[in-house]
């Protein structure tokens, strides 16, 4: 009786759930996707050669861990995308403030900016090749590309969502029009710009696979695609799952974080 | 320039200083706001209620004081002196977005001294200690906005803007969104800060109890474009004492009628100047 009202209570519409139900929830999605990718292997839907059964990938994701091929091109994707994000980062903060706090910025380079984040990063592969070969920076470049410009435009907007009312409270108090940057601008929009930093290097890493199959001899993108030209589909598949898994233990992380750094948000 | 707060920190506190409006208009594009040029005089230390309709300009007459607009004609004079953009003479206290949430409330309450060079941070601290006093939230030093009532929120911004030891106080509906009981404590809290204070206060709303609680006078404003239709001594007419039986008597009621009378015969003149 109470089993069944409080199971009732779990589909109110826009009604928080026990912590508890949450987790057994988002168990039960894995493993009813496990169950149905089994199911379908089982009743042979599909030839093993496309779609190798669960265990036989997480069989090829274990011997890929153990005889050292998966954690060195691992560490290589991580740091391409780190370095690219880095650098996309340092300058897109600065740039995408500098844009919303003075409009004649803005003006200048929006246009602009919005064309080039509208080019589709593959597209400018073959550019990139040309300008710096199949080097490191190609990979960092394309990368870079491909977060940067969007960005900016996320900082900017960041900084345009912070109240204008904060930024009169503090010429109220005192404050100069610069001054209120680091005292104002900065922590108010701080929760949301760490948001789209983490939004962007999600990008970085559908970035990294396409440049790593395109132009590489190293990383996550090349052990897919070097296992793709072998019909090992158990090795294309736990290199994927790898990236997702790295993909959100990174995302998790980085929530973890911001949860407590910005604990003073109502929750 | 008298210590007015006793000890504050080792800092005498300005007096309120006196407002002046001479012929202001504003217009926002073509859109004349207030049109009829608006001319008052606001003596040091006074607590004025601007009531009004909503949308008949009080905000905007509240900004120009505080810097954050520009009259389109004539001027705003603050002891004599006209004023130009915001700074730390004219605090001003909003409805919403009151507090910065990333501060603590201790933080808060200093946020109008870091800008200052000729304080120490221990007199800094002191001092925010004093007003966190004042409004009664010295237990709550070290809490963030967002765990704190929405009222203490209000009190928190007016600890701040206080601290800052301004010429004048603005306050743009800041009980606006509070529950009814809420706001007659604070109601009652501000009016003794005030006159404790003796800042010179404008304090904008549509509440018409409110007003004549709190206000050593009210200007009443009809709807737009702007215009004053009564400006009212409420200090001779009720008293200096603002306490609960007040809001039982017959005189508070009989004024809060008439200024209800007042607006709803403005409300009707205009229905039927629109028919
Ligand atoms: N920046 C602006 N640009 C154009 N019109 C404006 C601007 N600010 C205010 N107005 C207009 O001026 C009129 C008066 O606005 P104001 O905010 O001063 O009214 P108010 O008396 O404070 O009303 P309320 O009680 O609703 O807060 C409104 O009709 C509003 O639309
Ligand atoms: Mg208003």
């Not at chain 1, 190609?138 to 900084?159: C, S």
């Not at chain 2, 910065?100 to 007199?123: H, I, Y």
């Not at chain 2, 106080?169 to 404790?196: C, S, V």
Request: charged share 20%; proline share 5%.
């Amino acid at each position: 009786m109470s089993g069944a009202s409080s199971f009732g209570g779990l589909l109110r519409f826009r009604t928080a759930v026990p912590r508890m139900a949450v987790g057994v929830a988002a168990l039960l999605g894995a493993m009813s996707f496990l169950g149905a990718w089994w199911l379908i292997v089982a009743l042979h839907v599909v030839a093993p050669i496309f779609l190798p059964s669960p265990a036989t990938v997480a069989r090829a994701f274990w011997t890929m861990c153990a005889d050292g091929v998966a954690m060195p091109n691992a560490l290589i994707s991580i740091s391409r995308v780190w370095s690219a994000f880095l650098l996309s980062a340092i300058i897109a903060v600065p740039l995408g403030i500098l844009m919303s706090g003075y409009r004649i910025i803005g003006a200048f380079l929006e246009p602009l900016i919005d064309f080039i984040r509208y080019l589709p990063v593959p597209a400018l592969v073959p550019l990139a090749i040309i300008w710096f070969g199949v080097g490191e920076e190609t990979k960092i470049f394309l990368l870079w590309l491909g977060t940067f410009f969007q960005l900016v435009l996320m900082v900017a907007a960041d900084m345009k969502r912070v109240p204008g009312e904060y930024f009169e409270t503090a010429y109220t108090l005192g404050a100069k029009p610069r001054q209120t940057l680091g005292t104002v601008a900065l922590p108010a929009m701080l929760p949301q710009l760490m948001d789209s930093m983490r939004i962007s290097l999600g990008w970085c890493w559908t970035y990294v696979i396409i440049a790593e199959i395109v132009a590489s001899d190293s990383g996550l993108g090349f052990v897919i695609w070097t296992a793709r030209r072998f019909m090992k589909t158990d090795q294309v598949m736990a290199g994927v799952i790898m990236i997702g898994l790295i993909g959100l233990l990174t995302d998790q992380c980085l929530r973890l974080l911001h949860r407590f750094l910005f604990r003073y948000q109502s929750s | 320039m008298s210590n007015t707060l006793g000890n504050t920190g080792s800092m005498p506190d300005q007096a309120g200083a006196y407002l002046r409006f001479e012929s202001v208009t504003k217009t926002f594009g073509a859109v004349p706001v207030v049109q009829e040029p608006f001319s008052l005089d606001i003596p040091a230390g006074q607590f004025v209620v601007f009531l009004g309709p909503s949308g008949c300009g009080k905000t905007t007459l509240m900004r120009m004081i505080g810097g954050l607009d520009t009259p389109s004609s004539g001027r705003i004079l603050l002891q004599g002196q006209p004023v130009g953009g915001p700074d730390i003479r004219r605090g001003m206290v909003f409805q919403s977005y009151s507090s910065f949430p990333w501060l603590s409330v201790r933080k808060n309450v200093e946020f109008g001294m870091r800008f200052r060079r000729d304080m120490t941070k221990a007199q800094k601290r002191e001092r925010a200690g004093y007003f966190l006093d004042l409004v009664g939230l010295s237990d709550f030093a070290s809490s963030y906005p967002s765990r704190i009532s929405g009222g203490m929120r209000q009190r928190v911004a007016i600890a701040r803007t206080l601290a800052a030891d301004p010429d004048v106080l603005l306050m743009d509906e800041p009980f606006g969104a509070l529950d009814a009981n809420l706001r007659e404590d604070l109601q009652y809290e501000l009016r003794k800060i005030q006159k404790k204070s003796g800042k010179t206060t404008i304090f904008v709303t549509h509440d018409v109890e409110e007003a004549v609680f709190l206000a050593d006078r009210i200007i009443v404003f009809g709807s737009r474009p702007a215009r004053v239709m009564a400006d009212m001594d409420i200090l001779s007419m009720v008293g200096p004492v603002r306490d609960e039986t007040l809001r039982d008597s017959e005189r508070f009621f009989h004024i809060r009628t008439d200024i209800l009378h007042l607006l709803r015969g403005r409300l009707r003149e205009a229905g039927q100047e629109g028919a």
